[in-house]
């Protein structure tokens, strides 16, 4: 059996001198799927470490990035700098270019009906730690979570539904469908008042906004019904628990 062959200096300067070819003919020969994938594995290991970063390590990394532009500055001449405004310029001249092109391009589209609606899918995807569910898209590449529950480090009780309320939910009682189309309803029935305030829709085309005009107010009602009518609201609120099941 042959030693192996011991690395000289020489052999390190030339791998290194070849390493520069050798990534350009991989990075040519790998497919788009392949270069997505590694853009998104990327992504994931800066968010991940951005997640992770203490205030402090934040602190550090500016005050050394700003060091480093302090020193590249200081060692730039007249020349030098009025060119690199100049380059600033013109990019930000390119942004806004962009974005007016961008707006006119939005401002063409007049009917609603032609712009393909975006589905996110099914929530189909359970987190293994609180089983919240999340859409496919959401999923990071080592397939844990962390807009939920931070991969298991956000421990909650569990919430304690009613049966009753549960069937109603998950479409398992006779009255669900009615409980669903009138859920607005039936969640204000015992409110102890009622959200006023002018709604002014904006004009032209777009998705639903809720813009308010003016103030906003709650209306309350008085404790005890007039003329002995029904009560209701928070009316029930100020009786024994029989007697209000008795009156509503």
Do not use: W
Request: hydrophobic share 30%.
């Amino acid at each position: 059996m042959q030693p192996k062959r011991r690395l000289v200096a020489k052999d390190n300067d030339e791998r290194k001198r070849r390493r520069p070819e050798y990534m350009r003919n991989y990075r040519a020969n790998m497919s788009e799927e392949q270069r997505s994938q590694i853009r998104e594995n990327d992504s994931q290991t800066h968010r991940t470490a951005r997640e992770n970063m203490t205030e402090e390590r934040r602190y550090q990394l500016r005050e050394t990035d700003a060091r480093r532009r302090r020193i590249i500055r200081g060692n730039m001449t007249d020349e030098q700098i009025f060119q690199e405004r100049n380059n600033a310029l013109q990019r930000m001249r390119n942004l806004r270019l962009r974005c007016r092109n961008l707006r006119v391009a939005v401002a063409v589209i007049i009917d609603e009906n032609e712009v393909d609606s975006h589905n996110c899918g099914p929530l189909s995807l359970i987190c293994e730690y609180c089983q919240a569910k999340h859409f496919k898209a959401e999923q990071p590449s080592d397939k844990k979570f962390t807009q939920c529950c931070k991969k298991g480090k956000v421990k909650l009780d569990p919430i304690h539904t009613s049966p009753l309320l549960q069937q109603l939910i998950t479409f398992q009682h006779h009255h669900s469908n009615n409980f669903h189309e009138n859920i607005r309803s039936i969640n204000s029935s015992l409110a102890f008042a009622s959200m006023g305030a002018n709604i002014a829709p904006p004009p032209g085309y777009g998705p639903y906004c809720f813009r308010i005009n003016g103030q906003i107010y709650h209306r309350a009602g008085v404790l005890h019904p007039d003329n002995d009518d029904q009560r209701k609201f928070a009316q029930l609120y100020i009786l024994d628990p029989d007697e209000a099941c008795a009156r509503r």
